[in-house]
């Protein structure tokens, strides 16, 4: 017999839990959430909408299956994802494509009918014994040009409970919108849990990205960014919607500095992960609006932004107090706040570099630990994982610009920073000639070295434009033309930066401090507004030295010497020819549809 989704949704969850989905009409949504029930096969469903009763629901069945464990300090909890599931599984992570569509080779795609079959065979009855979660989201503020509206599907309580401190809640926005939604599709199953309650079967854990039907299917692991749908998967259909309507959806904090007499500029960065981008857009003086995803649009001849997301999923490692007196201070205070793969002594988080004595026992990411533990490769494990992270609102932040999170319309790009890992090539800050000349060379052409925020080797120098090279959904060159595009339309453009805060000497020691970067803010805002004026050099303008050692006297009451600023800022012919040469060979050999124009730019640099 031939029933409708609703009439199967009505048969299949509680009464309570019905009436909840029948109060959005949106037919989609219906078929969307029936066919997954018939094929996830849950035990028991709960539907949550934006009320807070639904969202403590979510927050004690994390508890209550073992995924989190109350700490201490109420409100915080501890995750702990399997030691092989810390990271983003590049390896895994397919987008689905029609046969015979070539996205290029930095893409790493699968036939959609291929891939789906298997992520369906994967996912069938896989929820039977547990209990799915149904929760609705939007990306950008509500009610918003910005608003992109998702809904969660997951069997994991600690991926819901993120998403709850993560995005803005959107059953609201669902029912207002109607049939009218537009909405991102997320099916997640953090499949069989060993006795710790992390995925266990990780030899089938897949990321499956279905373009098609902007639905991203996630199975066998646990790891934020494998399963977050908000996060970086939605962020691969969000890329893709952006290059197809003329926008820019990016991989970059968003933050305010504060200029001469109360002037406010904001900046975006992108950098690639555990590159400082979070650590930049929480420096005390200046306030964060947010610290990972963010949207741009044209607004009259404006280019506008707005955070994606309204938390911060951050990394936890080295953050001290004296580094990072913000963080730190909002780690310390009784916020909601989620500690994954962290040492757990005595219902207190510990992390390396933290800059307190550590315990030489407690359970952290590998389990029962204790000093000179080895894990089956015979490394000896840390009492943190480099890529243990914190989950909290960005409410939290004392430094937080709340009307720029709010704002329906966003606020106006003053600035756009690229940055990398880099110890020998580019010095620490320097500005654009303009639009085009920044999106290429310092955009396209970045570089940096891997860490471990994804699963392989760390330190290896890697081609990454625009720090979004694991997110990409599109052919680059399609990408980057929209992008210079998109510069062109604008009246105003916003300025672009690349900085570099990794280099070193030939010995190895760093050239910088870790909070220069706030110097190098402080310039950027001055050149935006043209206050101060700066050194022509091929690759760009860098600062004058007795601005920066003003500036270094202002913000850090530190002295700033000659020798110092010419080692940091000398231009490296070499090195900068030898990348020139690396990038050009990229783009000319792997990259078939590379708009001409950047090939001219290079090498005019040259
Ligand atoms: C990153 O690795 O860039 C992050 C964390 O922001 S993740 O959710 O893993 O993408
Ligand atoms: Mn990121």
């Given at each position: 017999m031939n029933i409708t989704a609703l009439e199967y949704l009505k048969e299949r969850l509680e009464p309570e839990q019905f009436e909840k989905i029948a109060a959005i009409d949106n037919p989609e949504l219906h078929e969307f959430l029936a066919k997954y029930i018939k094929l996830l096969n849950p035990s028991k469903i709960f539907v949550a909408t934006d009320s807070p009763e639904d969202e403590e629901y979510i927050r004690k069945k994390a508890i209550e299956y073992g995924e989190e464990r109350p700490l201490a300090t109420p409100g915080h909890t501890v995750h702990f994802d399997n030691y092989y599931d810390q990271a983003r599984d590049k390896a895994n992570t397919k987008i689905l494509v029609p046969k015979g569509a070539d996205l290029g080779p930095f893409i790493n795609t699968k036939d959609r009918e291929e891939g789906l079959r298997e992520i369906h065979e994967l996912m069938k009855d896989i929820m039977i014994g547990k209990e799915l979660f149904i929760?609705?989201?939007?990306?950008?503020?509500?009610?918003?040009?910005?608003?992109?509206?998702?809904?969660?599907?997951t069997d994991s309580a600690y991926v819901a409970h993120s998403e709850f401190l993560l995005y803005r809640k959107g059953y609201e926005e669902f029912r207002r919108l109607g049939r009218e939604a537009k909405f991102l599709k997320f099916v997640h199953s953090a499949g069989e849990l060993d006795e710790r309650k992390t995925s266990k079967n990780l030899d089938k854990r897949r990321i499956y990205i279905d373009l098609e039907s902007e639905t991203v299917y996630s199975v066998n692991t646990q790891y934020g960014g494998n399963t977050i749908g908000l996060k970086k998967l939605a962020f691969r259909l969000t890329i893709r919607r952006a290059v197809k309507e003329g926008w820019l959806s990016e991989h970059m904090f968003l933050m305010r500095v504060n200029g001469p007499e109360g002037r406010k500029t904001y900046f975006t960065g992108a950098f690639p992960s555990m590159c400082g981008k979070t650590s930049t857009s929480m420096i005390p003086w200046e306030n964060i609006v947010g610290d990972d995803l963010v949207f741009i649009v044209d607004m009259k001849g404006e280019a506008r932004g707005t955070n994606?997301?309204?938390?911060?999923?951050?990394?936890?490692?080295?953050?001290?107090?004296?580094?990072?007196p913000i963080i730190w201070e909002v780690l310390h205070s009784p916020n909601e706040i989620i500690f994954s793969n962290v040492l757990i002594k005595d219902g207190k988080p510990y992390w390396t570099g933290m800059g307190e004595e550590i315990p030489n026992d407690g359970e952290n990411h590998s389990g029962k630990w204790w000093k000179g533990k080895r894990d089956a490769e015979g490394n000896e494990i840390p009492p943190s994982h480099k890529n243990a992270r914190f989950t909290v609102r960005l409410d939290a932040f004392p430094n937080l610009d709340r009307e720029a999170l709010d704002a329906p319309c966003g606020v106006k790009i003053g600035g756009m920073i690229y940055g990398g890992r880099d110890k020998d090539t580019w010095p620490p800050v320097r500005e654009a000639f303009d639009w085009t000349h920044g999106v290429i060379t310092m955009g396209a052409a970045l570089e940096s070295e891997t860490t471990a925020a994804t699963l392989g080797k760390e330190g290896v120098r890697q081609f990454n434009p625009m720090s979004i090279l694991d997110f990409l959904s599109v052919p680059i060159g399609e990408y980057i033309q929209n992008y210079i595009r998109f510069g062109e339309r604008l009246r105003e453009k916003p300025k672009i930066f690349a900085v570099n805060y990794f280099l070193r000497d030939e010995n190895g020691n760093w050239l910088n401090d870790k909070l220069d970067k706030a110097v190098w803010l402080k310039w950027m805002e001055l050149r935006v507004h043209g206050d101060v004026d700066a050194i022509e050099t091929p690759i760009g303008y860098i600062p004058k030295y007795e601005d920066l050692k003003r500036l270094f006297k202002q913000v850090l009451n530190r002295e700033y010497k000659k020798e110092d600023y010419e080692k940091q800022f000398m231009i490296r012919v070499p090195e900068l020819l030898a990348k020139i040469d690396r990038i050009e060979k990229i783009y000319r050999e792997k990259v078939k549809d590379t708009p001409e124009i950047l090939f001219k730019v290079l090498e005019e640099e040259k």
């Open positions: 929760c609705f989201f939007v990306l950008g503020p509500k009610n918003s040009v910005f608003t992109i509206p998702a809904v969660q599907l994606v997301e309204a938390g911060v999923f951050g990394i936890i490692h080295g953050i001290n107090k004296e580094d990072d």
